[in-house]
Structure formats: structure tokens, C-alpha cells
């Protein structure tokens, strides 16, 4: 544990101070942070629908980026209460190069990282449960960036990423156990002539194998998030349905059915997702447009979609605060997580920025809070990323990863971040 930015005891009293009194979850407790890497990018934890932190037995590996575009993974040994070197997998091309991870039911572990624009590079660990050392699988994705990586019940791996001919498309592969990789399939078209585009897209896989996918629509027609989506798919990515049960016709453009949010004057970004016991999904919608700006948990019941403004409840104990990021998880006992961050000005990577960890007992009826950073108001703590579930983790409590320090003004700012890991318990 670094004494020089965790105190404990600190940050005990200030959760006490801002724990919000309505509610009956109790809030979980910091027993464990690490600072993984003191050479981090300045989108070392970056993006959240890229999962970073697998935990397979007695072990869990976190991945992140170092300067320039170095993706690393290191271990903690619950048994041994230690954490092993880090190992360097490989480079990508800058901070956009960022990692995602998942396990199979062998233990074994795959990653997919690399460029801006470009092939992914895919690797798989050679031993199972072990960062030690990784074998190069080849390359996968069409002028790929943000991948979105999960591995279902059957091994089969399933990539989302954004790519394809300009103006890029949300783009979809999946690779079956000891198989090769599909073609690559467009599942969102932006709807514009040309210019850039951008979708959050992220993926995760609810306990009866259905997968499901969040995303926005960024494009420049004007400069905005103008849609927030969802889909699903009950047989392995081959049909996608929206959360009710209807089927889409594939590629969805802004003008398809069915938007969870869609409006011109929207400024939004969707965060990962993830889903209930029940199989009921959960994203989180951060808003721009707002002033402060806010973030919307949007879940859907198994009859419509319900919304929660999570700025509302942040501000209750932090007075003014522009909430920007949202990261969410559920344990195995179907508590829900929220990531999120705060700050005093809003803008992106806002010097003010400190991490919050919301939780719910009761699916986002209630929530407590507890400050996880420790306040500054010089040095931005954000990029925020909880844990994901997967059919082959044991999700006791999700861990989170976040950056402290330098937003950086290009993809290439010759900036040192710390990397950060912090461990829960209930």
C-alpha cells in the first residue's frame, strides 16, 4: 500500500462525512490500494467498456497502459497477500492503445490492445492463471480502436470495437473456442456523410450466456452524443434484440427503434454495462449538455427502461459536483457498483477530479457513498474502471482501477501518470 496517497484512516473519516444517511447497503471498505505503475500513459486506465481486472482462484490480474502505449499486467496472490512483478505484453501505438481482458474456463488469459486505428494485437497467456508470460495469437480487427473484449460459457471470444470504412462504424467479431476469427460485422452505422465518429461500445454477458451491448452515437453533425443504445444477443452475436425482446434490423443507424436516449441537443457518453442476477441490464449515460453535467443509471426491469440521476445523489454530499465518468459492476450477491468521478468544473480531466464508489442493495433504489481518492484539487484522479463479471471469475467484490495525474494534450504527451488499484470488502 502507498502511504503517500491512501491513508486509511483519512479517508475512514471523510467516507463517514459524505456517506449519504437514506438507505439501508451498507458501504464496503478500502482493505488494500497499490499504485501499479508510477510510468502510466495519461489513458492508463482508459476506456471503460474495456474490462481490466480478472480474478480466477486464489489470483487477480489488472492490466493497464504505461507511457507511451505499453500495455502491462500485474498480479495480486491473495494467498500469498503479495503482488508479483509486472509484465510488459507488448506496444501499441499511443494512449489510445489501452487493454482489454478476459479469462476462459481453462484459466487461461486473453488480451486484445494495440493501435489507434489499426489491428488489435491478440495475445493468450501461457499458462493458465498466469501474467508471467504470453504467446502472440496474430492480429484481429478492421482499423480497430476501444476493443470491447468478453469470453462466454462456450470460450468463445466476443470483440466489439469501433472501426471500418470512415465515417467509422461500431464494429462486432467473435472467435469460438480453438477457431479463427469471424469477419468482421457492422452492427451501428453513424448515419453521417463523413467525419469522426465515436461509441463507448461496450459488451458484457448476463449469467444465462445473453450478451448484451451498450453504446452511444458521437459524430460531428454537430459535435455531440446524440444517442444512447442498447442491444442483445441470445445466440452467440448471430441476432441482436433490443431489451424487450424485438428483433433489429442490422446495422442500426440513428434511425432504427428503440433508443434508450436519443435527442439532437444530447451531449452523452455511455459507460460499460452490466446485468442483475436476473439478466436485467444496467449502463451508465453521462451527460454534457448539463450544467453540471450529470450521469443517468438506466436500467431496464424486464418491462421498460427506468432512469436514475446519479448527479443528484453525488451532489447530496458533494455540493456543486459535475459527475463525468460511470464505471458499473455487480458481485456475485447482486450488490450493484458505481464508479463514477467529481469535480468542480466539469472538463475532461479536470484537475479536481476525485473517484466516488456508489453502492445499492436494492438495484439503484438507494445507494451509499464512499471517496476512494483522496481529495486534491492540483492533480485529476479519474478513468475510472470496475471489475467486470464474467461466467469463469469469482466476483466477491470488484475491484477498481483509476489514473492520477496529467490529462496530456495529444495521444502522444510525454507524461508520467500513477496507475491505481484499490481492493474492497463488504
Known amino acids: 500500500m502507498s502511504a503517500r496517497w491512501l491513508r486509511p484512516l483519512v479517508l475512514a473519516l471523510f467516507a463517514s462525512a459524505l456517506l449519504l444517511p437514506k438507505g439501508d447497503a451498507a458501504p464496503v471498505k478500502i482493505v488494500e490500494a497499490q499504485v501499479l505503475s508510477t510510468r502510466g500513459s495519461t489513458r492508463g486506465t482508459a476506456y471503460a467498456g474495456s474490462n481490466k481486472v480478472v480474478t480466477v482462484g486464489s489470483r487477480t490480474h489488472c492490466a493497464w497502459l504505461d507511457y507511451l502505449s505499453a500495455t502491462m499486467v500485474r498480479t495480486y496472490d491473495h494467498e500469498k497477500h503479495q503482488w508479483l512483478p509486472a509484465v510488459k505484453v507488448g506496444d501499441g501505438t499511443d494512449n489510445h492503445g489501452g ?18 486505428h489499426g489491428p488489435f494485437q491478440y495475445c493468450v497467456s501461457q499458462r493458465p492463471n498466469d501474467a508471467s508470460s504470453w504467446v502472440p495469437q496474430g492480429e484481429v480487427g478492421d482499423r480497430a480502436t476501444y476493443p470491447g473484449l468478453v469470453c462466454d460459457a462456450h470460450d468463445r471470444l466476443h470483440l ?6 470512415a465515417p467509422w462504424k461500431l464494429m462486432y467479431q467473435r472467435k469460438p473456442a480453438g477457431g479463427d476469427w469471424t469477419e468482421p460485422r457492422i ?30 452515437i458521437y459524430d460531428l453533425h454537430p459535435a455531440r452524443g446524440k444517442t444512447a443504445g442498447h442491444m ?21 443507424t440513428p434511425q432504427s427503434p428503440g433508443f434508450v436516449e436519443q435527442d ?15 439478466g436485467h441490464p444496467y449502463f451508465v449515460a453521462c451527460h454534457y449538455e448539463q450544467k453540471p453535467s450529470t450521469g443517468i443509471l438506466w436500467r431496464h426491469d424486464g418491462s421498460a427502461w427506468r432512469a436514475t440521476d446519479l448527479g443528484e445523489i453525488v451532489r447530496a454530499g458533494h455540493p456543486g459536483g459535475f459527475l463525468r465518468e460511470g464505471s458499473i459492476s455487480f458481485d456475485l450477491r447482486d450488490r450493484l ?27 439503484g433504489g438507494t445507494f451509499s457513498i464512499l471517496p476512494v481518492s483522496e481529495p486534491d484539487s492540483n492533480v485529476s484522479n479519474w478513468l475510472v474502471s470496475l471489475e467486470h463479471w464474467t461466467p469463469h471469475t469469482n466476483l466477491e467484490v470488484p475491484w477498481l482501477l483509476y489514473t492520477h495525474g496529467e490529462p496530456g494534450k495529444t495521444c502522444t504527451d510525454e507524461i508520467y501518470t500513477e496507475v491505481r488499484a484499490v481492493r474492497f470488502e463488504r
Open 160 to 165: 466489439a470495437y469501433r472501426g471500418g470504412d
Open 337 to 363: 457498483y458505481v464508479a463514477v468521478t467529481v469535480s468542480q468544473k466539469g472538463g475532461w480531466g479536470d484537475p479536481t477530479n476525485q473517484v466516488l464508489l456508489l453502492t445499492s442493495d436494492d438495484h
Open 187 to 216: 452492427l451501428v452505422e453513424p448515419g453521417v456523410p463523413d467525419g469522426y465518429t465515436q461509441y463507448g461500445n461496450a459488451l458484457c454477458l448476463a449469467r444465462d450466456g445473453t450478451l448484451h451491448l451498450a453504446y452511444h
Open 232 to 252: 442483445m444477443s441470445r445466440d452467440g452475436g448471430e441476432t441482436w434484440l433490443l431489451a424487450d425482446g424485438t428483433p433489429l434490423e442490422m446495422p442500426v
Open 264 to 278: 439532437p441537443k444530447l451531449d452523452l457518453r455511455v459507460g460499460n454495462v452490466a446485468c442483475d442476477r436476473d
Open 99 to 116: 487493454p482489454a481482458l478476459a479469462v476462459d474456463s481453462k484459466g487461461y488469459l486473453h488480451i486484445v490492445f494495440g493501435p489507434h
